[in-house]
């Protein structure tokens, strides 16, 4: 393979990373059917398969090599796996803890709400 062509003086967007975020993955999906169809564009260092009811269809697929995600992402972004085409992302932790901080907050303002009586519509 031609390794030194690709990475050139080629300049990635600052959202590529080797960490990849899939969505609308089939439920039934097991790790080497992940292996099978990310495996084709570079080496894989770790997938993580939703399990719970929350991240049931997600996934995080790791490579070794930033240019590998990103040939990943070009390619599997709409690829149709079992009727369902995916949903293929770079990671981002900052959109991430937002959203799990939002939850948390809305966890913490519903146990203070049931704690002292307060019903969610309730103004004085």
Known sequence: MALAGRRGNARLPPEVNRVLYV???PFNITADEMYDIFGKYGAIRQIRIGTTKDTRGTAFVVYEDIYD??????????????NRYLIVLY????????????RRKEEELTKLQEKYGVAPGDKK
């Open 23 to 25: 969505r609308n993955l």
């Open 91 to 102: 990671y981002q932790q900052a959109k991430m803890s937002k959203k799990l901080d939002q």
């Open 69 to 82: 995600a990103k040939n990943a992402v070009d390619h599997l972004s709409g690829f149709n796996v079992a």
